[in-house]
């Protein structure tokens, strides 16, 4: 991030702030940002997952985010998009109840094993099934691969398969290889 660059600086300082907050689960393109920043040196968003409704006004009070919760649908986690003038990326926030509940969204549901991992206050989280060196050199490779067999789909909303496209695509866009 340019240090001329004030939201870039605030951006900076919310990533710091993430990263070592308790609460706060990283994932996305954020995520594979953290883990190799020479293949993905810039993320459009910041995804993450929140355990405590408070973080929301910590955020808000430190980085001048505004948060909008989303539509809920049917009995599924409380989603939030939040925006600042200080930083140039907008936040996505799933609320979930507990650590639990945090690894089955993003560890035991994702279709892509690149998706299958988070960052939480210092601590990586992989897909033990896959492991964290093969997550890892997916990441770093660009290289999607399909995640067969049974999937957590408890936290998901209901038109999950229209967001997994929208995915695909994104990742596509992006110049990775995605192997079904």
């Known amino acids: 991030m340019n240090s001329n ?3 870039g600086r605030q951006t900076g300082l919310l990533v710091s702030y993430l990263m070592r907050t308790p ?3 990283i994932f996305g393109g954020m995520l594979k940002h ?4 020479v293949t993905h040196p810039n993320f459009t968003d910041i995804d993450l997952i929140a355990i405590d409704v408070a973080e929301l006004d910590r955020i808000r009070d430190a980085f001048a985010y505004m948060f909008r919760e989303l539509p809920r649908i049917g009995t599924g986690p409380r989603y939030f998009i939040g925006k600042s003038k200080q ?3 907008p936040i996505q926030l799933v609320l979930m109840r507990c650590h639990r509940h945090a690894m089955q969204f993003v560890i035991e549901g994702p279709q892509y094993d690149i998706d299958r991992a988070a960052y939480c206050n210092g601590q990586f989280y992989f897909d033990p099934a896959l492991g964290e060196e093969a997550i890892r050199a ?3 490779a660009k ?5 067969q067999g049974h ?8 038109h999950r398969q229209q967001i997994e496209q ?3 695509l994104k990742l596509m866009r992006k110049g990775f290889t995605i192997i079904d």
């Open 5 to 7: 660059d004030p939201t």
């Open 23 to 25: 609460n706060i689960y």
């Open 34 to 37: 953290i883990v190799c920043p």
């Open 87 to 89: 930083s140039a990326k």
């Open 138 to 140: 997916a990441i770093t």
């Open 143 to 147: 290289r999607a691969t399909r995640k």
């Open 151 to 158: 999937r957590n789909m408890t936290h998901f909303a209901p």
């Open 166 to 168: 929208r995915h695909r």
